[in-house]
């Protein structure tokens, strides 16, 4: 049984960091490309990001309203995924999602429970 | 970037009912998906490929369409059908949703 589960959200202040984690189970995680998508309390659905498989290269593609403040990166040895935020905005205060990506149609097939991050003074 | 607009943002129905769901893109895409999300819940895939019924998903639930004009279908709403579904455009980057449609009593 695939198995995502986010952990690492919590509140912090603008301009803060903090790092999200996603412990994967129950498939090839080395070979699975993957992505985080975010939700804004009450709002819809917003693509962050989506990271390559290291045998395909590792490649990140980024939305712009968080490209050159997060950062996606895998570790294969211990089948996590992470999203490093930095100089957080109010706006970036939403529900984390990790989830699988499929790239022959580009969906996202799996998705872990979620966590919160609040960027608030 | 490829805009997605769902319509209606939310409809009222009733158990039993069909239900239909509209999602345009602003150009045209081959990779559609459809999710639902409930309260306080991960999205669930529905569909993908514009129609293609995930594993597991029932089948009162279709999609079709092409170009940029999609539908998702409920042909019989069942209780746990009421729930918000998004449409997601993956033809290009940046990845996008649709803005949601809140399917209520």
């Known amino acids: 049984e695939v198995q995502l589960v986010e952990s690492g959200g919590g509140l912090v202040n603008p301009g803060g960091s903090l790092r999200l984690s996603c412990a994967a189970s129950?498939?090839?995680?080395?070979?699975?490309?993957m992505s985080w998508v975010r939700q804004a309390p009450g709002k819809g659905l917003e693509w962050v990001g989506r990271i390559k498989s290291t045998t395909e290269g590792g490649t990140v593609e980024y939305a712009a309203p968080v490209k050159g403040r997060f950062t996606i990166s895998r570790d294969d040895s211990k089948d996590t995924l992470y999203l490093q935020m930095n100089s957080l905005k109010t706006e970036d205060t939403a529900v984390y999602y990790c989830?699988?990506?499929?790239?022959?149609?580009?969906?996202?097939?799996?998705w872990g429970q979620g966590t919160l991050v609040t960027v608030s003074s | 970037d490829i805009q997605m607009t769902q319509s209606p943002s939310s409809v009222s129905a009733s158990v039993a009912d069909r239900v239909t769901i509209t999602c345009r893109a602003s150009q045209g895409v081959s990779r559609l998906a459809w999710y639902q999300q409930k309260p306080g819940k991960a999205p669930k895939l529905l569909i993908y490929?514009?129609?293609s019924l995930q594993s597991g998903v029932p089948s009162r639930f279709s999609g079709s369409g092409s170009g940029t004009d999609f539908t998702l279908t409920i042909s019989s709403l069942q209780p746990e059908d009421f729930a918000t579904y998004y449409c997601q455009q993956g033809n290009s980057f940046p990845l996008s949703f649709g803005g949601g449609t809140k399917v209520e009593i």
């Open positions: 989830t699988t990506y499929t790239t022959s149609w580009s969906y996202f097939d799996y």
């Open positions: 129950g498939f090839t995680f080395s070979n699975a490309w």
């Open positions: 490929a514009a129609s």
